[in-house]
C-alpha cells in the first residue's frame, strides 16, 4: 500500500468516527469523508466524476424500491389501527403468563413487526396503547418502557425486514433466503424477551395475576378473526416470494395495496391521513437511500485501498479459528451498534467483514442473521438506541430508569446472539428446507 492509499484509508476511517462522534448525521459523517479520500487518491476532476458515478450506481437497484414500500406499509398500519387488533390478539396468546401485560408487549411486538419489519413504529404503536394499561396494573414505568423497548427490535429480524434488504444490496445474497434466515433469530428474541420478563414476575409475585381476565375460547376465536386480515399479510406477502409469484420488490407493493384497502374497508384509516403517510414515510426513504448512495463511495473507496483484504489477512494472520474471528467480529459490530444506526453500520462493515468469514467457510446468509441481531442490540442500547429513546418517551419516563431495568433483557439477548452466532441452524435451516440456499 503507497503513501497516498495510506493517507486516504486514515481519513476515511478518521474522518467516519470523528463526524459520528461529533454528533453529524451519519450520511454527512460518511460521505465527505469518503469523497476527501477519493480526492487524495485521484485528480479532483476524477472524484467528483467517481463520486457521482458511484452514488448512482449505488441507489440504481431495482431491489432498493421494496424500501420505501415496506416504510410505507408500515405506516399505513401503523395509522390504520391494525396494532390494536394485534395487541387484543397478544392479549389472548399472553394473558395466562406470568405479568400477562408485560408479556402481552412482547407478543404485540413481535407480531406488529412481522407485519410491518420497522421495530421503532412497533415500540411507538405498541407503548402508546399498553403504557398506560400497564401504569394503571402498577407496574414500575421504567420496566414497561424497558419492556417495550427490548422487545421491538424482533420486527427487523422477523420478515419482512429492510434492513435485511440493505445487507442483502452490500452482500449480493438472496433477499427471500435472507428474509427465512431471520426466522429463527426472531424467535429466539422473542422467547428471550419472554424468558426475562417471567424471572422479572417471579421476583415480584404481585406482578403474577396482573393483567386482563382470561378470555372464553369464543371470545379469544373472536380475538383472533378480528386480526387474521392484518396475519394474512405475512401469508401473502412472503408467501407470494417463497413461490415465486412475485419478487421481494413486488412484494413490497403488494404490501402497500393490502394495507391500503384494509385500512379502508375496516374504516380505521382515513382518506385525509394519506398525505402525512406518505410524506413520513418519504422522509424515511430519503435518509435510507441517501446512506446508500453515499456507502457507494465508501465502497470505492475500501476496495481501491484494499482494506477488506487487508483485514482478512490481519484476521487471519491473527488466528484461523472461525470462532474466535466471529467472536472478535461480534463485539466489534456490538460496540459500533452503540454508536450507529443498523443501516450505515451494515453498509460500513459488511465489506471489511464479509471477506473474513466468507473465507473460513461461513455462509453469508448466516452471517446477515448475526450481523442483524447484532444491530437489533444496538438499536436498544445508549446513547444512540432508536428504540430504547422512543419507548421511553411513549411511556413518559426518563431514559436513566428504563435504562437500568433494561440490562436483564441487554444481557440475556446477547447469550441469544451467542446461539445465532454459533448455532448456523437457527438462521440457515429454514430457508434450507424452502430451497432457498
Known amino acids: 500500500m503507497d503513501v497516498m492509499t495510506i493517507i486516504a484509508t486514515v481519513v476515511l476511517l478518521g474522518g467516519i468516527a470523528l463526524g459520528i462522534a461529533m454528533g453529524l448525521p451519519v450520511a454527512v459523517a460518511m460521505g465527505l469523508p469518503s469523497m476527501l479520500a477519493v480526492v487524495i487518491l485521484l485528480d479532483w476532476e476524477g472524484a467528483t466524476l467517481t463520486s457521482a458515478q458511484r452514488i448512482f450506481a449505488g441507489s440504481n437497484s431495482f431491489a432498493l424500491l421494496a424500501i420505501p414500500f415496506f416504510v410505507l406499509a408500515g405506516g399505513l398500519m401503523n395509522t390504520g389501527g391494525i396494532a390494536g387488533r394485534l395487541i387484543d390478539l397478544a392479549m389472548v396468546v399472553a394473558g395466562r403468563l406470568p405479568a400477562s401485560l408485560a408479556q402481552t408487549t412482547v407478543v404485540a411486538n413481535t407480531m406488529f413487526g412481522a407485519v410491518s419489519g420497522a421495530s421503532v413504529a412497533s415500540a411507538a404503536a405498541i407503548g402508546t ?15 414497561s418502557a424497558a419492556v417495550n423497548a427490548a422487545s421491538s ?6 420478515p ?85 409469484v412475485f419478487t421481494a420488490t413486488e412484494s413490497a407493493v403488494i404490501a402497500v395495496l393490502y394495507s391500503l384497502v384494509l385500512g379502508l374497508l375496516q374504516r380505521t384509516l382515513k382518506v385525509k391521513d394519506l398525505p402525512k403517510v406518505v410524506l413520513e414515510a418519504s422522509k424515511v426513504t430519503g435518509i435510507i437511500m441517501l446512506l446508500i448512495g453515499v456507502s457507494g463511495i465508501l465502497g470505492w473507496v475500501l476496495a481501491f485501498a484494499r482494506l477488506p483484504q487487508l483485514v482478512t489477512a490481519g484476521l ?38 464479509l471477506p473474513v468469514v466468507t473465507a473460513l467457510g461461513v455462509d453469508p ?16 442500547s445508549p446513547p444512540i438506541g432508536n428504540n430504547l429513546f422512543v419507548a421511553a418517551r411513549v411511556g413518559g419516563v426518563r ?27 437457527v438462521s440457515t435451516w ?5 430451497g432457498l440456499m
Open 129 to 143: 396503547v399498553l403504557s398506560p394499561r400497564m401504569r394503571k396494573e402498577s407496574y414500575d414505568p421504567a420496566f
Open 153 to 158: 427490535p424482533a420486527g427487523m429480524l422477523i
Open 160 to 244: 419482512p425486514s429492510n434492513t435485511f434488504i440493505v445487507y442483502s444490496l452490500v452482500s449480493s445474497t438472496s433477499i427471500a433466503a435472507l428474509f427465512m434466515a431471520g426466522v429463527g433469530p426472531g424467535l429466539i428474541w422473542a422467547l428471550v424477551c419472554i424468558a426475562v420478563v417471567a424471572l422479572y414476575a417471579r421476583k415480584h409475585p404481585e406482578l403474577r395475576a396482573k393483567g386482563t381476565a382470561h378470555p372464553t375460547f369464543a371470545q379469544g376465536m373472536l380475538v383472533f378473526l378480528k386480526a387474521l386480515p392484518a396475519l394474512l399479510m405475512i401469508v401473502v406477502v412472503i408467501g407470494g416470494i417463497l413461490i415465486g
Open 316 to 353: 487471519l494472520g491473527f488466528t484461523d479459528n472461525v470462532f474466535v474471528v466471529l467472536l472478535i467480529i461480534m463485539v466489534i459490530l456490538l460496540l459500533a451498534g452503540t454508536v450507529m444506526d443498523p443501516t450505515p453500520a451494515i453498509l460500513i462493515f459488511t465489506p471489511i467483514f
Open 365 to 380: 446468509i448466516h452471517f446477515g442473521a448475526m450481523m442483524v441481531f447484532n444491530m437489533c442490540l444496538g438499536n436498544i
Open 399 to 425: 431514559i436513566e430508569p428504563v435504562i437500568g431495568k433494561l440490562w436483564p433483557f441487554f444481557w440475556a439477548l446477547c447469550v441469544g446472539l451467542l446461539i445465532v452466532t454459533f448455532v448456523p441452524a
Open 430 to 434: 429454514l430457508p434450507t428446507v424452502l
